[in-house]
């Protein structure tokens, strides 16, 4: 069975950058559409960036978009999460998750999930 497991959380100053990482076990990453998402206290699960099993789609949550970066090395069974100018509002736990016909970032569609890393931005 599938297991991801993310690192690269951390405290940043706004502006500053992180790169999240999610590395898969268990089975190859190749053959799964892999979402980002995130979620802060209070409010719902949000989805944050996808890339197709190929690498050759992505797809970007409009509050990211031309800051965040993603990106998978199949050889290395992991997919990358790149945030640049991060913002006092992207503070959350970022998760990644695993589709096997993922579309969207609409989290029903994600059958494997990691279990978090929290990311805080400080002003």
């Known amino acids: 069975q599938l297991q991801l497991v993310e690192s690269g959380g951390g405290l940043v100053q706004s502006g500053g950058s992180l790169r999240l990482s999610c590395a898969g076990s268990?089975?190859?990453?190749?053959?799964?559409?892999i979402g980002w998402f995130r979620q802060a206290p209070g409010k719902e699960r949000e989805g944050v960036a996808l890339?197709?099993?190929?690498?050759?789609?992505?797809n970007y949550g409009d509050s990211v978009k031309d800051r965040f970066t993603i990106s998978r090395d199949n050889a290395k069974n992991t997919v990358y999460l790149q945030m640049n100018s991060l913002k006092t509002e992207d503070t959350a736990v970022y998760y990644c998750?695993?589709?096997?016909?993922?579309?969207?970032?609409?989290?029903?569609?994600?059958?494997?999930w990691g279990q978090g890393t929290q990311v805080t931005v400080s002003s």
């Open positions: 890339i197709s099993s190929s690498g050759g789609s992505l």
């Open positions: 268990g089975a190859s990453l190749d053959l799964y559409v």
């Open positions: 998750a695993a589709g096997r016909i993922a579309t969207s970032l609409a989290v029903h569609e994600y059958d494997y």
